[in-house]
């Protein structure tokens, strides 16, 4: 079975997103700061498109978790959209820079203990 348009957009998004994180690691803004914010953008545009597109997509796990997916994916994007704006919103202009990269995190943890078996807390015997 093949996994479909959003799937396969889901995973080179992360994929790319993933190497943005590595890239913005790597150069520290004062180390070199274009090869930083190439990487910070790869995370910001498609971090958060891989997370819109799983929203939409049609895989089991996708479906399962499409809401997750469209609230991080939402939560990413507006707050990408108010750091670049430099909007701090009470949490400062690097806080905002969190709410724009940290969703990925979450989405991609969320669904590794999704596929790990882990999908309710369950009761201690």
């Known amino acids: 079975m093949r996994p479909g348009r959003a799937a396969t957009v889901t995973v080179a998004s992360a994929v790319a997103a993933g190497s943005g994180y590595v890239l913005a690691g790597l150069y520290p803004a004062d180390v070199d700061e274009n090869l930083h914010v190439l990487g910070a ?6 971090g958060n498109a891989a997370l819109l ?4 997509g049609r895989s089991p796990l ?3 978790l499409r809401t997750v997916s469209a609230v991080l994916g939402l939560l990413g994007l507006a707050g990408t959209v108010l750091f670049l704006a430099r909007v701090d919103a009470g949490i ?24 790990l078996g882990f999908r309710r807390s369950r009761p201690l015997s």
């Open 62 to 64: 996708l479906r399962e």
């Open 53 to 56: 597109a799983a929203a939409l």
């Open 92 to 115: 400062g202009v690097g806080g905002m820079e969190r709410v724009a990269v940290f969703p990925l995190f979450v989405w991609v943890t969320t669904a590794g203990l999704r596929l």
């Open 41 to 46: 953008l790869l995370v910001f545009a498609l």
